[in-house]
C-alpha cells in the first residue's frame, strides 16, 4: 500500500499517518522528521534544511527529492509506505512519479486532510514537540502524562520554531502556494480521497480507513 497525506501543515496528518503505518505495518516516512534528525546531529544537510525550515519555508527539492527516493528504495519499503510532508511542490510528484515508475511501480492513494486556516493556527499553538526523540503532542488533544516531559524519552517538549505563529503564518502562504495544487495533481490521477480533518482524531482516522479499502 503506497500512501500520501496531504494536508496543510498542523492538519493531524502527522498523527494520522502514524496510526496508518502502525495499521498496515507499513514504514511512515516523514521529510520534517528526516530533517529535524538531521538537525539534531548537526549534520550539513540539517544545516541547511535549518535555514529554510526556521523562516517556514520549504527546503529546496534538490535537497529533498534524492533522501526520499533513497528511503522508499529500502527493504522495509517493498509493501508500501506512507509518505507524510512529501511530495510538497508538483516537482517533487513528477520526480516521485518517475522513481516509482522506473520499477513499473505508482503511487496508490493520496488522502488530503481537510482543515480551515483558521483552525490550523489554533491547533498549532498547542502544539508540542520533543527536541530529542521527535514525538509531538498537542497541550489539548495529545497531552503528554507529565505537563511539558515527553512519555517516550521524559525528555522536555517545545514550541517547535516552526510552529511559532508568525512562521506558521507564513507556512500556510507556502502551502496554499505551492502545496495545495497537489490537491489537483492527484485528483487528476484519480488517487485522491478527501477526509475532513476538523472531526475527532479517531473519526478522521476511520474515514481514512474506510477510504482505503
Ligand atoms: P513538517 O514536519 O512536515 O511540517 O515539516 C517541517 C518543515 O520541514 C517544513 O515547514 C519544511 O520547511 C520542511 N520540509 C518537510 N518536508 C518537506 C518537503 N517535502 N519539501 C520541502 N521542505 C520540506
Known amino acids: 500500500m503506497k500512501i500520501i497525506m496531504l494536508g496543510a501543515p498542523g492538519a493531524g496528518k502527522g498523527t494520522q499517518a502514524k496510526q496508518i503505518a502502525e495499521k498496515y505495518s507499513i514504514p511512515h516516512i516523514s521529510t520534517g522528521d528526516i530533517f529535524r534528525a538531521n538537525i539534531r546531529n548537526n549534520t550539513e544537510l540539517g544545516k541547511k534544511a535549518k535555514e529554510f525550515m526556521d523562516q517556514g519555508l520549504l527546503v529546496p527539492d534538490e535537497l529533498t527529492c534524492d533522501l526520499v527516493m533513497d528511503r522508499i528504495a529500502e527493504d522495509d519499503c517493498k509493501n508500501?509506505?506512507?509518505?507524510?510532508?512529501?511530495p510538497r511542490t508538483?516537482?517533487?510528484?513528477?520526480?516521485?512519479?518517475?522513481?516509482?515508475?522506473?520499477?513499473?511501480?505508482?503511487?496508490e492513494y493520496a488522502i488530503d486532510v481537510d482543515v480551515a486556516d483558521e483552525n490550523i493556527v489554533n491547533r498549532m499553538g498547542g502544539r508540542r514537540a520533543c527536541l530529542n526523540c521527535g514525538a509531538t503532542y498537542h497541550i489539548v488533544t495529545i497531552p503528554t502524562k507529565q505537563e511539558g516531559i515527553c512519555d517516550k524519552c521524559g525528555n522536555p517538549v517545545v514550541l517547535r520554531d516552526d510552529d511559532k505563529p508568525e512562521t506558521v503564518q507564513k507556512r500556510l502562504t507556502v502551502y496554499h502556494e505551492q502545496t495545495q495544487p497537489l490537491i489537483e495533481y492527484y485528483k487528476k490521477q484519480g488517487i485522491l480521497k478527501s477526509v475532513d480533518g476538523s472531526q475527532p482524531m479517531e473519526k478522521v482516522f476511520s474515514d481514512i480507513v474506510a477510504s482505503l479499502a
Request: proline share 4%; hydrophobic share 50%.
Open 80 to 86: 508500501g509506505f506512507v509518505l507524510d510532508g512529501f
Open 90 to 107: 508538483i516537482p517533487q510528484a513528477e520526480a516521485l512519479d518517475a522513481a516509482l515508475a522506473k520499477t513499473g511501480q505508482k503511487m
